[in-house]
Protein backbone atom coordinates (compact mmCIF):
# COMPACT_ATOMS: atom_id res chain seq x y z
CA UNK A 1 0.00 0.00 0.00
CA UNK A 2 1.05 3.60 -0.66
CA UNK A 3 3.40 5.13 2.25
CA UNK A 4 4.64 1.39 3.57
CA UNK A 5 7.75 2.23 5.16
CA UNK A 6 10.69 0.40 3.36
CA UNK A 7 12.12 -0.84 6.13
CA UNK A 8 11.31 -1.65 10.08
CA UNK A 9 13.31 -0.13 12.81
CA UNK A 10 16.63 -1.16 13.65
CA UNK A 11 16.02 -2.38 16.94
CA UNK A 12 13.27 -4.94 16.33
CA UNK A 13 14.43 -8.35 17.35
CA UNK A 14 15.28 -10.59 14.30
CA UNK A 15 15.61 -13.87 16.02
CA UNK A 16 12.34 -16.09 17.80
CA UNK A 17 14.51 -15.86 21.21
CA UNK A 18 15.51 -12.22 20.82
CA UNK A 19 11.34 -11.89 20.10
CA UNK A 20 10.81 -13.93 23.95
CA UNK A 21 13.58 -11.90 25.38
CA UNK A 22 12.04 -8.61 24.59
CA UNK A 23 8.75 -9.57 26.11
CA UNK A 24 6.77 -9.93 22.84
CA UNK A 25 2.83 -11.06 23.72
CA UNK A 26 0.97 -12.22 21.20
CA UNK A 27 -2.39 -11.17 19.94
CA UNK A 28 -4.68 -11.93 17.83
CA UNK A 29 -6.24 -9.44 14.82
CA UNK A 30 -9.37 -9.49 16.69
CA UNK A 31 -7.99 -8.67 20.21
CA UNK A 32 -4.97 -5.99 18.45
CA UNK A 33 -7.75 -4.09 16.49
CA UNK A 34 -9.92 -4.13 19.60
CA UNK A 35 -6.81 -2.67 21.97
CA UNK A 36 -6.32 0.04 19.45
CA UNK A 37 -9.44 1.22 19.25
CA UNK A 38 -9.98 1.38 22.76
CA UNK A 39 -7.09 3.38 23.65
CA UNK A 40 -7.48 5.64 20.61
CA UNK A 41 -11.28 6.11 21.99
CA UNK A 42 -9.80 6.97 25.64
CA UNK A 43 -7.64 9.05 24.14
CA UNK A 44 -9.85 10.97 22.47
CA UNK A 45 -8.17 10.48 18.73
CA UNK A 46 -10.40 9.65 16.07
CA UNK A 47 -9.76 6.48 15.04
CA UNK A 48 -11.66 6.93 11.61
CA UNK A 49 -9.52 9.77 9.81
CA UNK A 50 -11.00 11.26 6.55
CA UNK A 51 -14.68 9.74 7.00
CA UNK A 52 -17.43 11.93 6.86
CA UNK A 53 -20.67 12.20 8.00
CA UNK A 54 -20.91 8.72 10.12
CA UNK A 55 -19.79 10.06 13.52
CA UNK A 56 -23.04 9.61 15.38
CA UNK A 57 -24.66 6.81 13.42
CA UNK A 58 -22.57 4.51 11.03
CA UNK A 59 -19.29 4.90 13.40
CA UNK A 60 -20.95 3.55 16.89
CA UNK A 61 -22.33 0.46 15.62
CA UNK A 62 -18.54 -0.54 13.58
CA UNK A 63 -17.17 0.44 16.76
CA UNK A 64 -19.50 -1.94 18.55
CA UNK A 65 -18.66 -4.80 16.06
CA UNK A 66 -15.17 -4.48 16.45
CA UNK A 67 -14.61 -4.30 20.14
CA UNK A 68 -17.44 -7.23 20.08
CA UNK A 69 -14.72 -9.31 17.77
CA UNK A 70 -16.96 -9.97 14.54
CA UNK A 71 -17.07 -10.16 11.27
CA UNK A 72 -18.41 -7.79 9.88
CA UNK A 73 -20.60 -6.80 6.47
CA UNK A 74 -21.23 -3.06 5.01
CA UNK A 75 -25.05 -2.35 3.69
CA UNK A 76 -25.03 -0.03 1.51
CA UNK A 77 -26.02 1.74 -1.71
CA UNK A 78 -23.42 2.77 -3.94
CA UNK A 79 -20.99 5.63 -3.11
CA UNK A 80 -21.54 5.89 0.36
CA UNK A 81 -17.74 5.10 1.35
CA UNK A 82 -17.82 1.78 2.37
CA UNK A 83 -14.48 0.72 0.96
CA UNK A 84 -13.19 3.93 2.06
CA UNK A 85 -14.46 3.00 5.77
CA UNK A 86 -12.99 -1.12 5.25
CA UNK A 87 -9.31 0.22 4.13
CA UNK A 88 -9.50 2.92 7.18
CA UNK A 89 -9.39 -0.26 9.75
CA UNK A 90 -5.80 -0.68 8.63
CA UNK A 91 -5.05 2.32 11.27
CA UNK A 92 -6.40 0.33 14.44
CA UNK A 93 -3.26 -2.23 13.83
CA UNK A 94 -0.21 -2.23 15.55
CA UNK A 95 2.13 -0.31 13.03
CA UNK A 96 4.65 -3.11 13.16
CA UNK A 97 4.39 -7.21 13.58
CA UNK A 98 6.86 -9.76 13.85
CA UNK A 99 6.09 -12.74 11.25
CA UNK A 100 8.45 -16.17 10.45
CA UNK A 101 10.84 -14.61 7.98
CA UNK A 102 10.27 -16.31 4.45
CA UNK A 103 6.65 -17.86 5.76
CA UNK A 104 4.25 -18.20 2.74
CA UNK A 105 1.01 -17.07 5.64
CA UNK A 106 3.10 -14.14 7.75
CA UNK A 107 2.73 -16.70 10.87
CA UNK A 108 3.64 -15.55 13.98
CA UNK A 109 7.37 -16.89 15.19
CA UNK A 110 5.41 -18.31 18.25
CA UNK A 111 2.53 -20.04 16.28
CA UNK A 112 3.60 -21.69 13.00
CA UNK A 113 0.79 -23.23 11.31
CA UNK A 114 1.98 -24.59 7.93
CA UNK A 115 4.08 -27.80 7.44
CA UNK A 116 7.17 -25.94 6.28
CA UNK A 117 7.38 -23.04 9.38
CA UNK A 118 6.45 -26.06 11.65
CA UNK A 119 9.31 -28.03 10.25
CA UNK A 120 11.79 -25.29 10.52
CA UNK A 121 10.46 -23.78 14.23
CA UNK A 122 11.47 -27.35 14.89
CA UNK A 123 14.85 -27.34 13.42
CA UNK A 124 15.91 -23.89 14.08
CA UNK A 125 14.45 -22.95 17.68
CA UNK A 126 15.55 -19.73 19.01
CA UNK A 127 17.28 -19.14 15.55
CA UNK A 128 14.34 -19.19 14.04
CA UNK A 129 14.32 -15.85 11.68
CA UNK A 130 11.89 -13.44 12.34
CA UNK A 131 11.07 -10.40 10.24
CA UNK A 132 8.49 -7.38 10.52
CA UNK A 133 5.67 -6.63 8.61
CA UNK A 134 3.73 -3.10 8.54
CA UNK A 135 0.49 -2.32 8.78
CA UNK A 136 -0.16 -1.59 5.28
CA UNK A 137 0.79 -5.47 4.21
CA UNK A 138 -1.81 -6.90 6.45
CA UNK A 139 -5.23 -5.67 4.81
CA UNK A 140 -5.95 -7.21 1.83
CA UNK A 141 -8.61 -6.48 -0.72
CA UNK A 142 -10.69 -8.34 -3.48
CA UNK A 143 -13.56 -7.32 -5.90
CA UNK A 144 -16.07 -9.78 -6.21
CA UNK A 145 -16.75 -10.74 -9.46
CA UNK A 146 -18.62 -13.30 -11.03
CA UNK A 147 -16.01 -15.09 -12.43
CA UNK A 148 -14.13 -16.02 -9.03
CA UNK A 149 -12.94 -19.05 -8.51
CA UNK A 150 -12.45 -20.95 -5.43
CA UNK A 151 -8.98 -21.07 -6.16
CA UNK A 152 -8.35 -17.48 -5.90
CA UNK A 153 -10.19 -16.96 -2.27
CA UNK A 154 -8.65 -20.66 -0.93
CA UNK A 155 -6.30 -22.34 -2.95
CA UNK A 156 -5.58 -24.96 -5.55
CA UNK A 157 -2.99 -27.73 -6.30
CA UNK A 158 0.09 -26.24 -7.71
CA UNK A 159 0.97 -28.48 -10.76
CA UNK A 160 4.46 -26.66 -10.47
CA UNK A 161 5.24 -28.25 -6.80
CA UNK A 162 3.68 -31.81 -8.20
CA UNK A 163 6.36 -31.02 -11.51
CA UNK A 164 9.10 -30.61 -8.89
CA UNK A 165 8.39 -34.29 -7.43
CA UNK A 166 6.40 -33.35 -4.14
CA UNK A 167 3.68 -36.41 -4.40
CA UNK A 168 -0.27 -35.35 -4.60
CA UNK A 169 -0.68 -36.07 -1.35
CA UNK A 170 1.18 -33.78 0.09
CA UNK A 171 0.40 -30.50 1.48
CA UNK A 172 3.11 -28.60 0.79
CA UNK A 173 1.73 -28.67 -3.38
CA UNK A 174 -0.98 -26.51 -2.14
CA UNK A 175 -0.81 -22.59 -3.30
CA UNK A 176 -2.70 -20.79 -1.07
CA UNK A 177 -5.44 -18.17 -2.38
CA UNK A 178 -6.10 -15.07 -0.65
CA UNK A 179 -8.07 -15.49 2.55
CA UNK A 180 -4.94 -17.53 3.99
CA UNK A 181 -2.41 -15.71 3.08
CA UNK A 182 -4.75 -12.72 4.73
CA UNK A 183 -3.79 -14.52 8.14
CA UNK A 184 -3.22 -12.53 10.56
CA UNK A 185 -5.02 -9.10 8.80
CA UNK A 186 -7.94 -7.91 7.43
CA UNK A 187 -9.78 -9.30 4.44
CA UNK A 188 -11.97 -7.06 2.84
CA UNK A 189 -14.21 -8.50 -0.10
CA UNK A 190 -16.26 -5.80 -1.94
CA UNK A 191 -19.44 -6.88 -3.70
CA UNK A 192 -19.97 -9.72 -1.89
CA UNK A 193 -23.07 -10.92 -3.27
CA UNK A 194 -21.58 -11.15 -6.38
CA UNK A 195 -19.71 -13.94 -5.76
CA UNK A 196 -21.19 -16.98 -7.16
CA UNK A 197 -23.01 -19.08 -4.16
CA UNK A 198 -20.83 -21.77 -4.30
CA UNK A 199 -18.10 -19.73 -4.21
CA UNK A 200 -19.19 -18.08 -0.84
CA UNK A 201 -19.53 -21.83 0.42
CA UNK A 202 -16.10 -21.91 0.32
CA UNK A 203 -16.17 -19.23 3.02
CA UNK A 204 -18.11 -21.18 5.40
CA UNK A 205 -15.59 -23.06 7.45
CA UNK A 206 -12.93 -20.11 7.01
CA UNK A 207 -15.24 -17.96 9.08
CA UNK A 208 -16.55 -20.61 11.66
CA UNK A 209 -14.11 -23.52 12.32
CA UNK A 210 -10.83 -22.01 10.64
CA UNK A 211 -9.75 -24.18 8.18
CA UNK A 212 -9.63 -25.26 4.73
CA UNK A 213 -10.28 -27.70 1.79
CA UNK A 214 -8.76 -28.20 -1.37
CA UNK A 215 -9.33 -30.41 -3.90
CA UNK A 216 -9.71 -33.15 -1.05
CA UNK A 217 -7.09 -31.84 1.68
CA UNK A 218 -8.51 -30.55 4.80
CA UNK A 219 -5.76 -28.36 6.68
CA UNK A 220 -6.51 -27.18 10.15
CA UNK A 221 -5.10 -24.09 9.77
CA UNK A 222 -5.82 -21.55 12.75
CA UNK A 223 -6.24 -18.84 10.61
CA UNK A 224 -6.74 -15.51 12.07
CA UNK A 225 -8.48 -13.12 10.22
CA UNK A 226 -11.07 -10.43 10.35
CA UNK A 227 -13.48 -10.85 7.77
CA UNK A 228 -14.92 -7.71 6.40
CA UNK A 229 -17.02 -6.81 3.00
CA UNK A 230 -19.98 -4.51 1.28
CA UNK A 231 -22.51 -4.95 -0.41
CA UNK A 232 -25.24 -3.33 -1.94
CA UNK A 233 -28.96 -3.61 -0.96
CA UNK A 234 -30.23 -4.17 -4.49
CA UNK A 235 -27.61 -6.46 -4.79
CA UNK A 236 -28.59 -8.31 -1.42
CA UNK A 237 -31.92 -9.11 -2.73
CA UNK A 238 -31.99 -9.27 -6.44
CA UNK A 239 -28.86 -9.45 -8.82
CA UNK A 240 -26.89 -11.74 -5.95
CA UNK A 241 -27.24 -12.69 -2.59
CA UNK A 242 -25.36 -13.46 0.42
CA UNK A 243 -26.10 -16.79 1.20
CA UNK A 244 -28.03 -17.39 4.48
CA UNK A 245 -24.94 -19.75 5.92
CA UNK A 246 -22.60 -17.33 5.17
CA UNK A 247 -24.83 -14.12 6.49
CA UNK A 248 -25.29 -16.08 9.47
CA UNK A 249 -21.63 -16.17 10.26
CA UNK A 250 -21.09 -12.42 10.09
CA UNK A 251 -21.49 -11.15 13.77
CA UNK A 252 -22.56 -7.47 12.23
CA UNK A 253 -24.45 -6.06 9.78
CA UNK A 254 -23.69 -1.91 9.25
CA UNK A 255 -26.10 -0.04 7.31
CA UNK A 256 -24.45 3.09 5.41
CA UNK A 257 -26.36 6.54 4.39
CA UNK A 258 -25.18 8.91 2.68
CA UNK A 259 -24.27 12.50 4.26
CA UNK A 260 -27.14 13.55 6.68
CA UNK A 261 -26.48 17.18 6.84
CA UNK A 262 -25.45 19.66 3.69
CA UNK A 263 -22.26 20.54 5.75
CA UNK A 264 -20.98 16.90 5.86
CA UNK A 265 -21.89 16.71 2.02
CA UNK A 266 -19.79 20.05 1.32
CA UNK A 267 -16.85 18.51 3.34
CA UNK A 268 -16.90 15.48 1.68
CA UNK A 269 -16.67 16.81 -1.54
CA UNK A 270 -13.56 19.59 0.06
CA UNK A 271 -12.00 16.35 1.20
CA UNK A 272 -12.19 14.29 -1.96
CA UNK A 273 -12.80 16.40 -5.02
CA UNK A 274 -9.27 17.48 -7.01
CA UNK A 275 -10.11 20.69 -8.70
CA UNK A 276 -8.41 22.84 -11.07
CA UNK A 277 -9.75 25.62 -10.09
CA UNK A 278 -10.41 27.90 -7.14
CA UNK A 279 -14.54 26.22 -6.19
CA UNK A 280 -15.57 28.71 -3.27
CA UNK A 281 -17.86 27.44 -0.63
CA UNK A 282 -21.49 28.71 -2.02
CA UNK A 283 -20.45 26.67 -5.39
CA UNK A 284 -19.79 23.78 -3.24
CA UNK A 285 -23.24 24.13 -1.25
CA UNK A 286 -25.39 24.58 -4.35
CA UNK A 287 -23.36 21.22 -5.74
CA UNK A 288 -24.13 19.63 -2.33
CA UNK A 289 -28.35 20.79 -2.21
CA UNK A 290 -28.53 20.01 -5.90
CA UNK A 291 -26.99 16.23 -5.35
CA UNK A 292 -29.29 15.65 -2.14
CA UNK A 293 -32.02 17.39 -4.47
CA UNK A 294 -31.70 14.37 -6.89
CA UNK A 295 -31.73 11.75 -3.72
CA UNK A 296 -35.25 12.84 -3.09
CA UNK A 297 -36.63 13.42 -6.71
CA UNK A 298 -38.78 10.65 -7.78
CA UNK A 299 -38.09 11.56 -11.32
CA UNK A 300 -34.44 9.76 -10.50
CA UNK A 301 -33.93 6.07 -9.84
CA UNK A 302 -33.48 5.97 -6.35
CA UNK A 303 -32.58 2.04 -6.13
CA UNK A 304 -29.35 3.07 -8.71
CA UNK A 305 -28.69 5.45 -6.13
CA UNK A 306 -26.59 9.31 -6.57
CA UNK A 307 -23.14 8.06 -5.48
CA UNK A 308 -21.30 11.22 -3.11
CA UNK A 309 -19.01 10.46 -5.97
CA UNK A 310 -21.51 12.78 -8.24
CA UNK A 311 -21.04 15.71 -6.10
CA UNK A 312 -16.95 15.20 -6.25
CA UNK A 313 -16.85 15.01 -10.18
CA UNK A 314 -19.25 17.85 -10.43
CA UNK A 315 -17.17 20.19 -8.15
CA UNK A 316 -14.37 19.38 -10.62
CA UNK A 317 -16.47 19.84 -13.17
CA UNK A 318 -17.38 23.47 -12.29
CA UNK A 319 -13.82 24.10 -11.56
CA UNK A 320 -13.08 22.83 -15.39
CA UNK A 321 -15.61 25.80 -16.79
CA UNK A 322 -13.97 28.24 -14.62
CA UNK A 323 -10.47 27.10 -16.19
CA UNK A 324 -11.85 27.09 -19.77
CA UNK A 325 -13.63 30.99 -19.08
CA UNK A 326 -9.58 31.90 -17.56
CA UNK A 327 -8.34 30.05 -20.52
CA UNK A 328 -11.09 32.05 -23.44
CA UNK A 329 -10.82 35.28 -21.31
CA UNK A 330 -7.37 35.75 -20.51
CA UNK A 331 -7.72 35.68 -16.55
CA UNK A 332 -4.63 34.68 -14.87
CA UNK A 333 -6.41 33.14 -11.78
CA UNK A 334 -9.37 31.32 -12.54
CA UNK A 335 -12.40 31.46 -10.12
CA UNK A 336 -15.76 29.62 -10.18
CA UNK A 337 -18.91 31.25 -11.10
CA UNK A 338 -22.39 30.71 -10.58
CA UNK A 339 -22.31 30.56 -14.40
CA UNK A 340 -19.80 27.46 -14.44
CA UNK A 341 -22.93 25.55 -12.96
CA UNK A 342 -24.48 25.52 -15.97
CA UNK A 343 -22.16 22.70 -16.98
CA UNK A 344 -22.85 20.42 -14.64
CA UNK A 345 -25.92 18.93 -15.89
CA UNK A 346 -24.61 17.80 -19.72
CA UNK A 347 -21.40 16.95 -18.10
CA UNK A 348 -22.78 14.34 -15.13
CA UNK A 349 -26.62 13.15 -16.83
CA UNK A 350 -25.07 10.11 -17.54
CA UNK A 351 -24.08 9.25 -13.91
CA UNK A 352 -27.58 9.12 -12.94
CA UNK A 353 -30.65 7.01 -13.82
CA UNK A 354 -33.81 8.45 -14.53
CA UNK A 355 -37.27 6.74 -13.97
CA UNK A 356 -39.33 5.28 -16.46
CA UNK A 357 -41.18 7.73 -17.60
CA UNK A 358 -38.77 10.16 -17.45
CA UNK A 359 -37.61 9.97 -21.22
CA UNK A 360 -37.19 13.06 -23.22
CA UNK A 361 -37.28 15.10 -19.92
CA UNK A 362 -33.98 14.52 -18.14
CA UNK A 363 -32.26 17.58 -19.06
CA UNK A 364 -35.59 19.82 -17.75
CA UNK A 365 -35.41 17.91 -14.36
CA UNK A 366 -32.12 18.26 -13.92
CA UNK A 367 -32.02 22.14 -14.78
CA UNK A 368 -34.89 22.43 -12.42
CA UNK A 369 -33.10 20.57 -9.22
CA UNK A 370 -30.05 22.85 -9.92
CA UNK A 371 -32.07 26.24 -10.08
CA UNK A 372 -33.71 24.84 -7.08
CA UNK A 373 -30.70 24.51 -4.75
CA UNK A 374 -29.05 27.66 -6.34
CA UNK A 375 -32.03 29.35 -4.48
CA UNK A 376 -31.60 27.69 -1.31
CA UNK A 377 -28.01 28.19 -1.10
CA UNK A 378 -28.24 31.74 -1.77
CA UNK A 379 -31.20 31.74 0.36
CA UNK A 380 -29.38 30.33 3.39
CA UNK A 381 -26.45 32.33 2.95
CA UNK A 382 -27.93 35.89 2.55
CA UNK A 383 -30.90 35.83 4.87
CA UNK A 384 -31.51 39.41 6.39
CA UNK A 385 -29.45 41.22 3.24
CA UNK A 386 -31.42 43.66 1.69
CA UNK A 387 -31.38 43.12 -1.90
CA UNK A 388 -33.93 45.36 -2.98
CA UNK A 389 -31.76 48.23 -4.02
CA UNK A 390 -29.44 45.81 -5.90
CA UNK A 391 -32.25 44.86 -8.10
CA UNK A 392 -33.35 48.40 -8.33
CA UNK A 393 -29.70 49.61 -9.23
CA UNK A 394 -29.97 46.10 -11.80
CA UNK A 395 -32.68 47.48 -13.56
CA UNK A 396 -31.55 50.77 -14.39
CA UNK A 397 -28.36 49.61 -15.17
CA UNK A 398 -28.27 45.79 -16.47
CA UNK A 399 -24.96 43.74 -15.54
CA UNK A 400 -23.70 41.43 -18.26
CA UNK A 401 -21.64 37.77 -17.40
CA UNK A 402 -21.25 34.96 -19.31
CA UNK A 403 -18.70 31.91 -19.96
CA UNK A 404 -16.83 34.40 -22.11
CA UNK A 405 -16.92 37.46 -19.55
CA UNK A 406 -14.39 37.55 -17.62
CA UNK A 407 -14.60 38.64 -13.77
CA UNK A 408 -12.99 42.25 -14.01
CA UNK A 409 -15.89 43.11 -16.05
CA UNK A 410 -18.52 41.79 -14.58
CA UNK A 411 -17.50 43.54 -11.20
CA UNK A 412 -16.99 47.10 -13.44
CA UNK A 413 -20.57 46.95 -14.33
CA UNK A 414 -21.37 45.76 -10.63
CA UNK A 415 -23.93 48.94 -9.02
CA UNK A 416 -22.45 50.84 -5.66
CA UNK A 417 -24.76 49.71 -3.05
CA UNK A 418 -24.01 49.10 0.12
CA UNK A 419 -26.15 45.34 -0.63
CA UNK A 420 -23.02 44.31 -2.33
CA UNK A 421 -20.71 44.72 0.48
CA UNK A 422 -22.86 42.68 2.33
CA UNK A 423 -22.83 40.28 0.23
CA UNK A 424 -19.16 40.28 0.11
CA UNK A 425 -18.94 39.65 3.29
CA UNK A 426 -21.25 36.93 3.50
CA UNK A 427 -19.69 34.92 0.89
CA UNK A 428 -16.01 35.25 1.69
CA UNK A 429 -15.51 37.79 -1.01
CA UNK A 430 -14.35 41.31 0.92
CA UNK A 431 -10.78 42.15 1.33
CA UNK A 432 -9.18 40.78 -1.89
CA UNK A 433 -8.06 42.39 -4.98
CA UNK A 434 -8.96 39.38 -7.18
CA UNK A 435 -11.69 40.18 -9.40
CA UNK A 436 -13.07 36.77 -9.22
CA UNK A 437 -14.81 36.24 -5.70
CA UNK A 438 -16.68 39.65 -5.79
CA UNK A 439 -17.98 38.26 -9.62
CA UNK A 440 -18.72 34.72 -7.91
CA UNK A 441 -20.87 36.12 -5.13
CA UNK A 442 -22.64 39.08 -6.89
CA UNK A 443 -23.67 36.35 -9.39
CA UNK A 444 -25.74 34.11 -6.88
CA UNK A 445 -27.01 37.10 -5.71
CA UNK A 446 -28.55 38.36 -9.31
CA UNK A 447 -29.22 34.78 -10.39
CA UNK A 448 -31.10 34.78 -6.67
CA UNK A 449 -33.20 37.95 -7.27
CA UNK A 450 -34.02 36.23 -10.87
CA UNK A 451 -35.02 32.78 -9.43
CA UNK A 452 -37.44 34.85 -7.03
CA UNK A 453 -38.62 37.21 -10.02
CA UNK A 454 -36.83 40.58 -8.80
CA UNK A 455 -35.15 40.14 -11.98
CA UNK A 456 -35.25 39.14 -15.61
CA UNK A 457 -32.32 37.44 -17.18
CA UNK A 458 -31.42 37.66 -20.58
CA UNK A 459 -29.66 34.49 -22.54
CA UNK A 460 -27.88 36.08 -25.81
CA UNK A 461 -26.27 34.08 -29.00
CA UNK A 462 -22.75 35.13 -27.77
CA UNK A 463 -23.26 32.75 -24.94
CA UNK A 464 -23.69 35.75 -22.39
CA UNK A 465 -25.96 36.45 -19.74
CA UNK A 466 -27.81 40.03 -19.21
CA UNK A 467 -29.73 40.46 -15.67
CA UNK A 468 -31.86 43.37 -16.30
Not at 95 to 108: A, C, N, R
Amino acid sequence: MVGVPVTPPSDLPRTLGALCASGHEQRGVKTEIRDNLVTALRAGRDPWPGIVGFGSTVLPQLERALLAGHDVVLLGERGQGKTRLLRSLVELLDEWTPVIDGSELGEHPFEPITPISIRRAAELGDELPVAWRHRGERYTEKLATPDTAVADLIGDVDPVKVAEGRSLGDPETIHYGLVPRAHRGVVAINELPDLAERIQVALLNVMEERDIQVRGYTLRLPLDVLLVASANPEDYTNRGRIITPLKDRFGAEVRTHYPLEVADEVALVEQEADPVADVPRHLLEVIARFTRLLRESSAVDQGSGVSARFAVAAAETVAAAALHRAALTGERHPYARPIDLESVPAVLRGKLEFSSGEEGREDEILEHLLRRATAETARSRLRGVELGELADAVAAHPVRTGVRVPAAQVVAALPAVPALTEVAMRLGAAGTEDPGPMASAAELALEYLFLTRKLAKDEDQDDTVSYR
